[in-house]
């Protein structure tokens, strides 16, 4: 596949066609997303209230059996020490995490919407183009008639060559975007939905996700390295004496931070994947699907470097920390690349 420096890019939805959304409609588009976030029932934050706990819990027992001993018997400097290192990553962790909870993922624009009429003649209109396609391909462009500004030149189509639309929400769905039945919403740029988060992983808060798995992951391995000389001894010279409450504290913490480390492991390196190919969870999974095949590759692949600035933004220093992407977008227009084995990109724009 020929990546982005080899090709030359440009975005399938022209600004001269279909605005981009301006920094106060972004905004205005997260508080509504964010009271759509709050207005969730409250017994479907169980988990991200069990998440808050193993923070608290993990955090304190630290402290209690690992770090206030070695500052009091053993290594005061070491202790210290430890205790910064600790508290500098489980607080990018839970700050990352705290973000992605209170982040709405992405809304559809308004100007995306379509009314009951509309709806129910484009659903006429699908199946006539589906005839015709049927019988004779070549009658396609003349059966197509000319589509608003806004989507003109949207790349996922149905297989009657139109704009998705989503009767849930009553709304054609830009590229990359997909219906949250949990979320009763379309997301931009859906990942996948997570119950750990209650919330659904996209284009706004998928930075968020990306740091809460990176800075977990440290914090948790952090844990168990420091932590396992203390976890051999219990076993070392408690063996006829039996285990008192620390003791099992000590184990607990121990193996819930290696569950979770290790499995995060795993789990970022897929993300990091997907981020490195422009892709997503959903998309990887349609990979042989209708989008894949149209175009013999990933349209939203640009190139290992705009892939990774497309969720952590340009400005490596920010990187890493759990605050907005530097970059710009508004998740409903994406760059694509002009794949020279790819010509079906050339011919994205509907005939007048």
């Not at 420096?5 to 975005?11: M, N, Q, S």
């Not at 006829?240 to 499995?263: H, K, Q, R």
């Amino acid at each position: 596949m020929k990546r982005m420096d080899e090709v030359e890019p440009f975005i399938n939805d022209s600004s001269t066609l279909h605005r981009h959304l301006n920094e106060q409609e972004k905004l205005d588009m997260q508080v509504k997303g964010r009271n759509i976030l709050f207005s969730k029932p409250w017994y479907s934050y169980t988990m991200v209230v069990v998440v808050n706990i193993l923070f608290l819990w993990i955090y304190i027992s630290y402290i209690y059996n690992f770090v206030i001993p070695w500052v009091f018997y053993l290594e005061r400097y070491y202790g210290i020490l430890f205790l910064i290192i600790l508290t500098v990553f489980v607080s990018l962790s839970y700050y990352s995490y705290y973000k992605c909870v209170t982040t709405h993922p992405g809304l559809v624009p308004a100007a995306w919407g379509v009314s009951e009429t509309e709806v129910e003649a484009i659903r006429a209109e699908e199946q006539e183009r589906a005839e015709v396609m049927e019988r004779n391909e070549s009658v396609l462009q003349t059966a197509t008639p000319p589509l608003q500004d806004h989507y003109r030149y949207s790349l996922e189509r149905t297989r009657a060559d139109s704009l998705r639309l989503c009767l849930s929400c009553k709304q054609r769905k830009p590229d990359r975007t997909h219906h949250c039945r949990q979320c009763g919403v379309c997301i931009l740029k859906m990942d996948h939905h997570c119950h750990w988060f209650n919330n659904c992983i996209g284009y706004y808060n998928y930075k968020y996700f990306n740091l809460f798995i990176v800075w977990t992951v440290a914090a948790t391995l952090f844990l168990v390295t420091t932590m396992t000389r203390s976890f051999v001894e219990i076993f070392t010279y408690n063996k006829m004496d039996g285990f008192n409450f620390a003791d099992a504290n000590i184990i607990a913490v121990y193996f819930v931070s290696l569950f979770f480390g290790f499995s995060l492991v795993f789990f970022g390196l897929y993300h990091l994947k997907l981020i490195l190919d422009g892709t997503t969870t959903i998309e990887s999974l349609e990979k042989q699907k209708k989008l894949y095949a149209q175009h013999r590759c990933n349209p939203y692949d640009l190139g290992v470097t705009k892939n990774w600035a497309a969720v952590f933004g340009d400005k490596w220093y920010y990187w890493f920390l759990p605050t907005l992407r530097s970059v710009n977008g508004d998740g409903v227009h994406f760059e694509v690349s002009l794949m020279a084995d790819a010509p079906q990109l050339q011919n994205i724009v509907v005939q007048e």
